[in-house]
């Protein structure tokens, strides 16, 4: 109780709330935003894996810049300001008159979707090195906490009064957490920390001449360690992102052949429930304890390991027994690797760049994001409803070869 109460009045409180509401409109999109896309605009599934890869094209472009404010005017006025987009995106999406509002709305929310990455710098900010894992596992457990919460409200909420009011209600909660972010979260950098990173920032770029190799992403790219993450990065969200796309227009037809919208919503909205808590599980018990055990290299692996193989027992067992016995190593390696590869990250990145790093690494993953949902639109158009399954399994063993190229840090606990 004691740890509860220290966890509610501190600044990791607000950080949760808010990436959980991100997350929770995300989670109701999950089994709701398909499907409701398909009955009531008639959209394809490319067009509706095409929603996603607008949503993280968007986000592609603004993540570094929404990073590289957070460093120069403060953590907390840029977390606001992504956080009144996701309030707008929630409207429009729920009052939407036809598809194009659904894209409008997917656009809006990438735009300003700087939410993770700058909940990310600012936890980064006020952790050490030491206890820095477990400190951005705290957004993988808010991550988690959405996607028990999300599938489950909007699937039962969309079956008993229609597939718009989950979004209206996830509005309402986004009020609050820009309330909390106004009232309780004190700004992480302090103004001589934000006129020191100003003043770096300005002699790096005086220090630099004209041309890519000399931009402050090539700069970042160019610390030892880092490309083989940002490959990382990028092949997990890829892999991830074309297993999540079609999950349940896949569902639909691999799992619930013949079974109406309905129940198709509510059975995968209950799977993807399980899915927050084995996440959730994951992150607040799992995490911490197995960081200090094998290190952070190792979880990176570990993550990739897993999902891999839980994919290709969907692609090639689709049966419900079987893909509910599975479904838990998709969470799990997702979550033991995310904190981990961050922290990694943040030990390579100069602390005045850190949140321009993340920027970027949030950057380069949207890329997978983006490419994720186009391929497996188009492979389960053109092949089969599976294939997206089988692609991802493929990828999660590239992604193993890279982890193995890691690096261990010198300071990661070994027992």
Sequence with gaps: MQRLRAF?????????????????????TLPVLPLYAQGAFHATPFQITLMASVYFAAQFFASPQLGRLSDRYGRRPILIL????????????GAAPALAWLFVARLIDGLTGGNVSVAQAYLSDITTAHNRARGLGLVSGAFAAGLIFGPAFGAL?????????PFFLAAAVSTLTVTLSWRLLPESLTPETRAAYAARAAERRESR????RNTAWAGVLRLSGVPTLMLIG?????????????????????????????FVQTAVGYMLTFVGVVGIITQFWLVGPL?????????????????GLGWAVMAFVPALPVVLAVLPLIP???????????ALLTYLAPSDQRGFAIGLMESIQGLGRITGPL?????????????????????????????????????????
């Design 8 to 28: 509610l009045g501190s600044p990791q409180f607000p950080i949760f709330m808010i990436v959980f509401v991100d997350v929770l409109g995300v989670g109701i």
């Design 82 to 93: 992504s956080q009144a987009g996701t309030f707008l995106a929630l409207l429009l999406s």
């Design 157 to 165: 909420v969309a079956g008993s009064f229609g597939p718009r009011l």
């Design 209 to 212: 001449q004209t041309g890519w």
């Design 234 to 262: 990028f092949l997990s969200q890829i892999t991830f992102f074309s297993f999540q796309a079609v999950y349940v227009l896949w569902a639909e037809a691999a799992l619930f052949p013949g079974h109406d919208q309905n």
């Design 291 to 307: 960081v200090r055990r094998f290190g952070e290299r190792s979880m990176v692996t570990t993550g990739a390991v897993v999902r």
């Design 332 to 342: 799990f390696g997702g979550n033991v690797a995310v904190p981990a590869l961050l």
């Design 375 to 415: 391929i497996a639109g188009w492979l389960f158009e053109q092949f089969h409803p599976s294939a997206p399954m089988l692609f991802a399994a493929v990828g999660s063993v590239l992604t193993v070869l890279a982890a193995l190229q890691i690096k261990a840090p010198h300071h990661t606990a070994r027992h």
